[in-house]
């Protein structure tokens, strides 16, 4: 390795210094919690293992399905397994903004305004079904996802740290739902789907489900300082130059390829999607199948292929294929 400094393309996710923890503790975090949710989640190791990844990552993440594959489930037992503070929305056609981020009351008692909070306050956030309210109350998740801030009211307000926003949608009903916003999009570093179980993990699932489900006693294993310290460690991860070219070039295929190519922040996102990948690993650098394993999760989301039956997936397949590995 000669890069002694991570890459300059990516944005810190933290200050690292000695308190970091070295790269093989953040592997037995992401192993921990990766082991906690499958006592709940069945038959969706991949999933979650992305989930994880995208978290120490710093990154946010979309899943979307059909109802009833486990959506809400895995996003509540990925907030459970640790002790942060966690908040659930459940977009509606009739929510507003002010739902989501708080708003200014009136208190009699001192003659002045007061600051509510609103459900975006919390170290995890679960968007469910969030296709169903209209594009501006999802704008309202925007400034939170990129920034960790609301504005209401002019005043800015920072959000607690780390800071996730896992958000869920449907795929079906596109008449009762709304499209998110590409710019919106753009902010979820990862857009995963889940899919039906298969016949032996379905079987399990009933199993598991027979009496109290297994959500209920679910306990943390690890803290939000834990995550924090886990993030800075993660943004050290070593990323030589070819491994950046690499990623550049990924993303320049699809803009060559697609109506609407990767954008240069999916690019920053696949870079540090890569890091936590190698971190998950443990590795304190990343290599080319880092990207290749993100790739698909963190750029399909994000390309308009604009061709008929073709997906952003599989331009990223063919991107995959295509472009030379360093």
Request: charged fraction near 25%.
């Amino acid at each position: 390795m000669t890069d002694a400094n991570p890459p300059d393309v990516l944005e810190s996710t933290g200050q690292t210094g000695e308190s970091d923890p070295p790269v093989d503790d953040v592997g037995s975090l992401a192993d921990a919690v990766v082991d906690n949710v499958e006592t709940v989640i069945v038959g969706q190791d991949d999933v979650i293992e992305h989930v994880v990844v995208a978290m120490l990552g710093g990154g946010h993440v979309l899943l979307e399905d059909v109802p009833g594959v486990g959506k809400t489930m895995l996003a509540r037992s990925i907030a459970r397994s640790f002790d942060c503070s966690f908040k659930r929305v459940q977009f509606t056609p009739d929510l507003l903004p002010a739902d989501v981020t708080g708003v200014n009351m009136f208190d009699k008692r001192t003659n002045e305004f007061e600051f509510q909070p609103g459900p975006l306050f919390a170290n995890v956030v679960l968007g469910d079904e969030i296709n169903r309210a209209p594009p501006k109350t999802q704008s309202a998740l925007l400034e939170a996802m990129a920034e960790g801030q609301v504005t209401v009211d002019g005043t800015t307000r920072e959000l607690p740290q780390p800071y996730t926003v896992i958000a869920t949608q449907n795929a079906v009903e596109p008449g009762r739902t709304y499209e998110l916003p590409i710019a919106e999009v753009d902010r979820f570093m990862k857009k995963l789907e889940l899919g039906y179980p298969d016949a032996a993990d379905e079987t399990e699932l009933l199993d598991r489900v027979v009496g109290d489900h297994p959500i209920e006693s679910l306990s943390p294993v690890a803290a939000a300082e834990d995550l924090s310290r886990a993030r800075a460690a993660v943004s050290s991860v070593t990323v030589e130059r070819p491994v950046r070219e690499y990623a550049t070039a990924l993303s320049g295929y699809t803009r060559e390829h697609a109506d609407l190519g990767a954008s240069p922040r999916a690019t920053v996102a696949l870079m540090r999607a890569g890091q936590a990948r190698a971190a998950f690993e443990g590795r304190d650098y990343v290599v080319p199948d880092d990207l290749k394993r993100e790739a698909p999760a963190v750029l399909a989301h994000r390309i308009r292929a604009g061709e008929a039956g073709r997906s952003g997936r599989d331009v990223v397949a063919d991107a995959l294929d295509t472009v030379p590995v360093p």
